[in-house]
């Protein structure tokens, strides 16, 4: 376990909501932000929302002292609206857009524009090689009829993938970012449960009290009579269950609380080590809306501030144990998730159907004109009528056709998501079982295969 | 250094042209690549273009005894057309789809619509963990004038950063696959240079003669009187210069490989080992147009097959100081990337410009029936006219729109792509200078950071 004296490491997470000319009082909450984290000298800031390289490079230049490093992520039309911020060196970076991510013609939701995506840095934080995430998530819209819940398992199952796939070799994962899930919404469960990521709020002994000395904590908790105390301090000083979205905000609009009055919590800081590094989340707070001697708040989400604890650590037994347990769980959120993106995939289908029937209405529509052009005399219509009527039936045969191929790309995405599910569950009922014939997709007959000689894992 | 007798690895690729109701003879070939497999039972298979599902699954039912593990790769319209099949346990797969890859209004080229991408398959080759690519990048079609020349270097990039963040944690890794560039253009220097897989036709000293046992040609290699015997045999059995686009194919359009009349080598299997695995290509072998006893070749592509010998190691001095003499290489090949990708980006941007006059022409042009609308006395122009001139311009103004949003989405990835360039390059300065202040692409000021207490790296 932990032999030396921890190092700290202090994260950032913030949704700006910088959409220019839509979004309240941009400018003047850029400057607010900037000054906070040019007071505040986290290690890592990750930002959300940052729409405009604009206001992007504000930051920036704002910063270069306090925060040299910085990488903003691009994709989609707008976006992808993801900015990272260092106090250390940023050695490499990668993108993976989420290749599901709502729909070009909801223009009013506007998500399939933000090209919303995972941001990897590779940062040095003093000799120790740090995974840094961030990400935004397709946001909820209407919880009882949610049009986007497969879209959004879809990307906490490619971004699960992501991160599983490219933190082998970290000494420590960071993620940060919004969700737009709730804490026990099942892509945050797929999450969390098979990439060994901890919730900081769940983690944390210290939720928002991060102002007091850890030692005077301990020594707190220590003595039964001081809880309440905490407790006190706690619902004072922080936003109650953590929540990030508040109806004390004065950004936020009420009506999209109901019916959680008390607030919803979506933006979150993740974490995990290593076999090297323990890393623990000694405290975590939150702002709380209004921001003390300014007449609004940063954002009309509340900001995450995280600070860790890093240990040196040989002992992985804890780790070993934990993983083990995890296995069913596992299993039963992957079943869970496979379930709801064959659900996705019906819809659609259905989806993709009407875009074929408008597509063969458009060309049965057209075939009125062409008739009417041939058969004079039946009709009085001029040569311009049948035109504008030819134009409109192409202008829905078009329409067809980009919808009929939008929704083929989506059945493609939902099917190599179920299909890569089902390895991941096949894999796990292996692990369960021990029985090597288990498998892929494709375990269809009862190969009798040579082995290699055997190479044997030495984990 | 190695210590045990070596397993064996045998590795499989092919390019199928498998575009039904275009593609020669597609049925009969499929056949003819099922009953090869079937017949070689090589450990793995890696196919490209694989576009029909249904073909996939006629693969799948005829290899369920020989390669019971399969996955096939679902991405874009039609696409990816990437399928594994593997003798071995498949225990995971994950797909990242290349962000640029041609216009969707090339219909006569149609990359666009196969949603070109690079899958990864984990297979547990006994014991070993072997992460397995599969990838197809765009096509080239004039050498001399590629207007994909950009898109094809990105796709590198983002294929080689998945490599790098992907592969760590792996046994041996192996990539296989149609990168539609030869040997020595800059995506596959990019590729090689950054990633350390090293190309299996270089590698192998016995190319194209797989057929003699191992123990066999090792006594020829000891006696010099038999050099001659080897080269006469390579150069009877094989494709000269390990070809893959050949003249004497019968699919093979002689025009495409003007002025490359031996033909061109652009399918490659790429291989590295890591600490605990050495990994050695044996022999490299690939098919040379006509089959025996077969009418016609299997595609129009030939295909490789790669032996590699498995050997422990603990030696890793050799890969340190090969990773040593790389950086240099990898700043220059880096570099000329950049160049590259910031040309795109000119050109892309122009393309932009045209978008955006093509809409702000279709509003003038829209002005016109509005401004006959209002003064009917200067005109005798019908309501139906107006309508029909309106409808034209909508659908131009459509037309212009989407393509805006197009090159919009190609800027971001192109700037996204040298950022990341940028970030590596300083990286690599840093390593090669040792100076702790280069890095970022932000790097402004002269931070006063204090540092936490070190964690030094023990690698």
């Keep these: 376990m932990a032999t030396e004296r921890p190092s700290r490491l202090r994260v950032f997470s913030l949704n700006c909501w910088g959409i220019r000319f839509f979004s309240q009082l941009c400018t003047q909450r850029y400057e607010m932000i900037g000054e906070l984290l040019c007071q505040e000298q986290h290690d890592i800031a990750l930002l959300q929302e940052v729409w405009s390289e604009r206001d992007f490079l504000f930051l920036k230049r704002k910063l270069s002292s306090s925060h040299p490093y910085t990488h903003y992520f691009k994709s989609g039309v707008i976006g992808s609206g993801l900015a990272v911020f260092s106090r250390h060196r940023i050695q490499d970076a990668l993108l993976y857009q989420y290749s599901l991510n709502g729909y070009p013609y909801m223009l009013r939701h506007g998500d399939w524009f933000g090209g919303k995506a995972v941001g990897l840095v590779i940062v040095d934080v003093s000799g120790l090689k740090a995974h840094v995430y961030v990400t935004h998530l397709h946001a909820e819209y209407s919880r009882a009829q949610d049009e986007y819940l497969s879209h959004r398992t879809v990307q906490s199952w490619e971004l699960l993938q992501f991160v599983r796939h490219t933190s082998c070799g970290a000494d420590l994962v960071v993620l940060g970012g919004d969700l737009n899930m709730h804490p026990q919404d099942l892509g945050n469960r797929l999450l969390r449960s098979h990439t060994g990521l901890r919730d900081c709020y769940t983690e944390t002994d210290t939720f928002d009290v991060s102002t007091l000395p850890v030692t005077c904590l301990f020594s707190l908790f220590a003595c039964p009579v001081f809880i309440g105390i905490i407790t006190v301090c706690c619902s004072r000083q922080g936003c109650e269950d953590g929540h990030t979205l508040i ?213």
């Excluded at 950004?251 to 959680?260: E, H, I």
């Excluded at 919803?264 to 800081?269: K, L, P, T």
């Excluded at 509340?302 to 600070?307: C, I, P």
């Excluded at 190969?447 to 055997?454: A, H, N, R, Y």
């Design 247 to 459: 109806a004390d905000n004065h950004f936020t609009k009420k009506q999209d609380l109901v019916p959680f009055e008390k607030g919803i919590r979506i933006d979150y800081i993740l974490m995990k080590g290593s076999q090297r590094v323990t890393m623990k989340c000694e405290s975590l707070s939150t702002t709380k809306g209004p921001v003390a001697d300014k007449p609004f708040p940063y954002s009309d989400h509340e900001a995450l501030t995280a600070e860790f604890a890093l240990l040196h650590s040989e002992d992985s037994r804890q780790r070993g144990s934990s993983d083990t347990l995890a296995v069913s769980e596992q299993m039963e959120v992957v079943a869970e998730a496979r379930a709801l993106v064959k659900e996705g995939l019906c819809q659609t289908e259905a989806l993709r159907d009407k875009a074929m029937h408008l597509m063969f209405g458009a060309l049965l529509l057209l075939l009125l004109p062409l008739a009417m052009a041939f058969l004079p005399c039946s009709c009085s219509c001029s040569f311009s009528t049948l035109g504008l009527l030819g134009a409109v039936c192409m202008v829905l045969l078009l329409s067809g056709a980009l919808l009929y191929l939008l929704f083929t790309t989506h059945i493609k995405v939902l099917k190599e998501t179920e299909d890569q599910m089902m390895l991941t569950s096949n894999d796990l009922q292996t692990k369960l079982t021990g029985c090597q014939l288990s498998g892929s997709s494709s375990l269809d007959g009862s190969p009798e295969i040579q082995p290699l000689s055997p190479f044997k894992r030495e984990e």
